[in-house]
């Protein structure tokens, strides 16, 4: 019975004996014969065979794999896999709008990340005495480049190169004879490039120094100037002068920076030209938009070359009053006639001037235009001022920018040490620095005495500890990260170092590599200023192997800077000064781990600062110390002892942090604020 209602089955035959597939093993015989599609063959016939309904309503169709289209979709417009389907698709529609939702919240609650030159210390190179290549006894470009493995070693990431323009190297070569060159005292173009590449290899950004204020007078504009010949004529201040039996009668009272009148005669041109420092350093007439313009054009070669910034100097001196009148007297009682000294005089005409400002404006403008491109922001940085809040307006405005910050002396400028004077150097550029804006720290510079010299050895390690846990970038000159010493001045020869005056020079001695001859600044018989007489004890090769050294525990500094988020950015607090110790916490919203630094400045000191800071626990454990066999230790925070020169990096948890204490309210700041999620582990600014 099966097999009759098998025959009755609906088939189609062919007359040639094929069959239609269905995805199944196709028939060999079938398979070996063409079929001539372009011939007018007649069609194979078919004959019907009658179907029994009955038997196909007993046969169940089910998917299986392969099945063809029609197939299919018979199957996909059932319920069942059609409201699957679109729940499916709804939910990945979901799915994707949360996603972008959340990447919209996580980018604007974000803060911004901080940049590459205030999340890496600042080291500042004087080319001359870094390292000498081809030993004629002066540093040079190629020196740097051979060195470069010691600023990684620092974990530092940004260096500073200090003037190396051609130059009669008068006045540290601060007066430029050619602002597009290199002084061949220090090489070639060449080399610049070649080490303006391996610094960036490497990771690391470089800022170069910029003395707009003047030239030398070697330099072709003064002596086009002179001569007066086209556009240059106005190029300097010019202002006639009256000369009588060799002696010059000055335009005004005005003084320059190094003493006597800042006007001097020139016999080419019979007039009196204007310099605010030597008289071999003309000052440009930045009254003329054609000077401005010059400036504009040095910025973007150098900037053209891939520099990553600019220090500015002597910024205040860039216009005078054009009315040329005296300058007030500080003791109005002093002959006129005696008057040569700059400090005799209040310099109201002569600095920070109307559009000033205008001009440092229109330079970050065009550093502006190289700043563009992802990662490649150009830094300005500018010298400041003796008044704190005329510093504070080269940050410009909220609107307006000007430098990223002006350099910051106030550690150096100190008259005295101790815990008192250190919190208020730091406190005075806290409270002025307008809010949003970056800070910086310095300790040394080549225009001051090194840190050994001014305050003594014993505080080196103490005051590299606190350039580096306070906020913001700190600036180390090189040789402090060693604790390099000034040489005697009398032991500097003046022929040696063309330059004066020779009382500037004892803290740019030759940076100490190791212990061999000339402390391996140079293979040559001498160098440009003698070595100090320290060397073999004071050198990066030695210090490398003691655990203890001032090099290694600068290095251990920059690590905890560089890997705590609160010292890296976060809030800073004044816990407690006195004559000996300065205290201060770094703490981070979101995070329950603070480091609290305890420095002293003075002499032997001990303190209760659980009675300073009640939620302070009874323990806390030193992360560093100046003296690296007590770190690790656990210290009782009603009973912290210092020795005179030490400093304590202290770790603890508190759920309580000081910047959340009414009573500690008007001593925190924070620059960059951030707040941590631990939930998360990201950073957010709505706190």
């Given at each position: 019975m099966v097999e009759e209602e098998a025959k009755s089955l609906p088939m189609e035959l062919s007359e040639k004996g094929g069959v239609e597939n269905n995805g199944f093993v196709q028939n060999e015989a079938?398979?070996?014969?063409?079929?001539?599609?372009?011939?007018?063959?007649?069609?194979?016939?078919?004959?019907?065979?009658?179907?029994?309904?009955?038997?196909?309503?007993?046969?169940?169709?089910?998917?299986?794999?392969?099945?063809?289209?029609?197939?299919?979709?018979?199957?996909?417009?059932?319920?069942?896999?059609?409201?699957?389907?679109?729940?499916?698709?709804?939910?990945?529609?979901?799915?994707?709008?949360?996603?972008?939702?959340?990447?919209?919240?996580?980018?604007?609650?974000?803060?911004?990340?901080?940049?590459?030159?205030?999340?890496?210390?600042?080291?500042?190179?004087?080319?001359?005495?870094?390292?000498?290549?081809?030993?004629?006894?002066?540093?040079?470009?190629?020196?740097?480049?051979?060195?470069?493995?010691?600023?990684?070693?620092?974990?530092?990431?940004?260096?500073?190169?200090?003037?190396?323009?051609?130059?009669?190297?008068?006045?540290?070569?601060?007066?430029?004879?050619?602002?597009?060159?290199?002084?061949?005292?220090?090489?070639?173009?060449?080399?610049?490039?070649?080490?303006?590449?391996?610094?960036?290899?490497?990771?690391?950004?470089v800022i170069m120094d910029l003395i707009p204020n003047h030239t030398s007078d070697k330099h072709r504009w003064f002596q086009l100037s002179r001569n007066r010949t086209g556009k240059?004529?106005?190029?300097?201040?010019?202002?006639?002068?009256?000369?009588?039996?060799?002696?010059?009668?000055?335009?005004?009272?005005?003084v320059s920076v190094f003493g006597n009148s800042s006007w001097q005669f020139d016999d080419v041109r019979k007039q009196c030209y204007f310099h605010q420092f030597g008289k071999d350093e003309p000052d440009l007439n930045f009254r003329s938009l054609a000077v401005q313009q010059e400036i504009h054009d040095i910025i973007k070669f150098w900037l053209g070359k891939g520099i990553d910034g600019f220090s500015f100097s002597a910024l205040k001196f860039l216009l005078?009053?054009?009315?040329?009148?005296?300058?007030?007297?500080?003791?109005?009682?002093?002959?006129?006639?005696?008057?040569?000294?700059?400090?005799?005089?209040?310099?109201?005409?002569?600095?920070?001037?109307?559009?000033?400002?205008?001009?440092?404006?229109?330079?970050?403008?065009?550093?502006?235009?190289?700043s563009s491109e992802p990662g490649r922001y150009r830094f300005m940085g500018s010298d400041g001022e003796d008044d704190i809040e005329a510093t504070m307006m080269y940050y410009g405005t909220t609107f307006i920018q000007e430098a990223d910050f002006p350099f910051n002396f106030n550690l150096i400028n100190m008259k005295n040490l101790s815990g008192n004077s250190i919190f208020e150097a730091v406190n005075l550029w806290m409270k002025n620095m307008p809010a949003g804006k970056w800070p910086n720290w310095a300790v040394g510079s080549p225009n001051a005495a090194r840190i050994s010299s001014r305050i003594g050895k014993e505080y080196v390690n103490v005051m590299n500890m606190l350039l580096l846990t306070l906020p913001g970038t700190p600036v180390t000159y090189y040789g402090e990260e060693i604790g390099m010493e000034n040489i005697v001045s009398e032991n500097v020869s003046k022929e040696h170092i063309n330059s004066d005056p020779v009382v500037t020079f004892p803290e740019k001695s030759p940076m100490q590599w190791d212990g061999e001859v000339n402390a391996g600044f140079?293979?040559?018989?001498?160098?440009?200023?003698?070595?100090?007489?320290?060397?073999?004890?004071?050198?990066?090769?030695?210090?490398?192997?003691?655990?203890?050294?001032?090099?290694?525990?600068?290095?251990?500094?920059?690590?905890?800077?560089?890997?705590?988020?609160?010292?890296?950015?976060?809030?800073?607090?004044?816990?407690?000064?006195?004559?000996?110790?300065?205290?201060?916490?770094?703490?981070?919203?979101?995070?329950?781990?603070?480091?609290?630094?305890?420095?002293?400045?003075?002499?032997?000191?001990?303190?209760?600062?659980?009675?300073?800071?009640?939620?302070?626990?009874?323990?806390?454990?030193?992360?560093l110390s100046t003296n690296f066999s007590n770190a690790g230790k656990a210290v009782n925070t009603k009973l912290i002892k210092t020795e005179m020169g030490e400093g304590l990096v202290l770790e603890y948890k508190t759920a309580k942090p000081v910047h959340t204490m009414e009573a500690f309210q008007g001593n925190c700041f924070v620059a960059e604020k951030a707040c941590y999620s631990s939930a998360f582990n990201l950073l957010y600014v709505n706190c």
């Amino acid at each position: 019975m099966v097999e009759e209602e098998a025959k009755s089955l609906p088939m189609e035959l062919s007359e040639k004996g094929g069959v239609e597939n269905n995805g199944f093993v196709q028939n060999e015989a079938f398979d070996d014969k063409e079929t001539n599609t372009s011939s007018q063959e007649e069609m194979p016939k078919t004959c019907i065979v009658d179907v029994d309904p009955a038997a196909m309503e007993g046969l169940a169709l089910k998917p299986y794999a392969g099945m063809p289209k029609e197939v299919l979709l018979k199957f996909s417009s059932q319920a069942r896999y059609r409201v699957t389907r679109e729940i499916l698709f709804w939910l990945i529609i979901a799915a994707a709008i949360v996603l972008v939702c959340a990447t919209i919240a996580i980018i604007a609650l974000s803060p911004k990340c901080l940049d590459w030159w205030q999340a890496s210390p600042i080291y500042q190179i004087y080319p001359r005495s870094f390292k000498d290549s081809n030993m004629d006894g002066n540093g040079d470009l190629k020196g740097i480049q051979e060195k470069l493995d010691h600023i990684t070693y620092l974990n530092i990431k940004t260096i500073w190169i200090t003037s190396f323009y051609k130059s009669p190297l008068k006045d540290l070569g601060y007066g430029a004879e050619d602002f597009y060159d290199i002084d061949p005292m220090f090489g070639s173009m060449s080399d610049f490039e070649n080490l303006l590449a391996a610094i960036h290899d490497r990771g690391l950004k470089v800022i170069m120094d910029l003395i707009p204020n003047h030239t030398s007078d070697k330099h072709r504009w003064f002596q086009l100037s002179r001569n007066r010949t086209g556009k240059y004529t106005d190029y300097y201040i010019w202002q006639d002068c009256t000369q009588a039996a060799g002696l010059v009668t000055p335009p005004n009272n005005w003084v320059s920076v190094f003493g006597n009148s800042s006007w001097q005669f020139d016999d080419v041109r019979k007039q009196c030209y204007f310099h605010q420092f030597g008289k071999d350093e003309p000052d440009l007439n930045f009254r003329s938009l054609a000077v401005q313009q010059e400036i504009h054009d040095i910025i973007k070669f150098w900037l053209g070359k891939g520099i990553d910034g600019f220090s500015f100097s002597a910024l205040k001196f860039l216009l005078e009053a054009t009315h040329l009148r005296d300058e007030p007297q500080v003791n109005k009682s002093q002959n006129p006639e005696s008057i040569t000294a700059y400090s005799q005089l209040y310099h109201d005409y002569t600095t920070t001037q109307v559009g000033m400002h205008d001009i440092i404006r229109s330079f970050r403008q065009t550093m502006n235009q190289f700043s563009s491109e992802p990662g490649r922001y150009r830094f300005m940085g500018s010298d400041g001022e003796d008044d704190i809040e005329a510093t504070m307006m080269y940050y410009g405005t909220t609107f307006i920018q000007e430098a990223d910050f002006p350099f910051n002396f106030n550690l150096i400028n100190m008259k005295n040490l101790s815990g008192n004077s250190i919190f208020e150097a730091v406190n005075l550029w806290m409270k002025n620095m307008p809010a949003g804006k970056w800070p910086n720290w310095a300790v040394g510079s080549p225009n001051a005495a090194r840190i050994s010299s001014r305050i003594g050895k014993e505080y080196v390690n103490v005051m590299n500890m606190l350039l580096l846990t306070l906020p913001g970038t700190p600036v180390t000159y090189y040789g402090e990260e060693i604790g390099m010493e000034n040489i005697v001045s009398e032991n500097v020869s003046k022929e040696h170092i063309n330059s004066d005056p020779v009382v500037t020079f004892p803290e740019k001695s030759p940076m100490q590599w190791d212990g061999e001859v000339n402390a391996g600044f140079t293979e040559g018989n001498s160098s440009w200023l003698p070595v100090n007489s320290d060397y073999q004890s004071v050198n990066v090769e030695i210090q490398m192997t003691w655990s203890n050294s001032t090099l290694n525990l600068y290095r251990e500094l920059t690590l905890l800077r560089n890997s705590e988020l609160p010292i890296h950015r976060g809030w800073m607090c004044y816990v407690w000064n006195d004559s000996n110790v300065f205290v201060y916490v770094r703490e981070l919203d979101g995070l329950d781990r603070v480091f609290m630094m305890v420095l002293n400045f003075g002499q032997e000191s001990t303190i209760d600062l659980k009675a300073i800071v009640p939620s302070l626990p009874s323990e806390a454990i030193i992360r560093l110390s100046t003296n690296f066999s007590n770190a690790g230790k656990a210290v009782n925070t009603k009973l912290i002892k210092t020795e005179m020169g030490e400093g304590l990096v202290l770790e603890y948890k508190t759920a309580k942090p000081v910047h959340t204490m009414e009573a500690f309210q008007g001593n925190c700041f924070v620059a960059e604020k951030a707040c941590y999620s631990s939930a998360f582990n990201l950073l957010y600014v709505n706190c």
